[in-house]
């Protein structure tokens, strides 16, 4: 019904750069939120970011900000979370995630969390090490 599918994952050292990429695709239609979160071996999933489809609020949770930016591209069903200065703590697997039932007018912390969302990729590897 909905495919979401992640890449741009990779290895780079500390300090360097990524561009993740989230397309998705199926019954998706105007109002929906698009999540990035993570996960490293032993840990919780983290979401580290979240936009709106509708007013494209943007949050990010406190480890990653400012350092990475979620976007809209073109076509407007692509998503993107450029990675920026990444530390050794960034390496994870990366989720891209959409949520298709209510459709959030803006975006907040709620939106962190993993419960809200429909559906979800596979996951892309980071790495991050010298």
């Known amino acids: 019904q909905v495919q979401v599918v992640e890449s741009g994952g990779g290895s780079v050292q500390p300090g360097g750069s990524l561009r993740l990429s989230c397309v998705a695709s199926g019954d998706i239609f105007d109002s929906y939120a698009i999540g990035w979160f993570r996960q490293a071996p032993g840990k919780e999933r983290e979401g580290i970011a979240t936009i709106s489809s509708i007013d494209r609020s943007t949050y990010y949770t406190d480890s990653v900000k400012g350092r990475f930016t979620i976007s809209r591209g073109i076509p407007q069903n692509t998503f993107y979370l450029q990675m920026d200065r990444l530390r050794p703590e960034d390496t994870a697997i990366y989720y891209c995630?959409?949520?298709?039932?209510?459709?959030?007018?803006?975006?907040?912390?709620?939106?962190?969390?993993?419960?809200?969302?429909?559906?979800w990729g596979q996951g892309t590897q980071v790495t991050v090490s010298s």
């Open positions: 995630a959409i949520e298709v039932t209510y459709g959030p007018a803006s975006i907040g912390s709620y939106w962190l969390r993993p419960d809200p969302y429909d559906y």
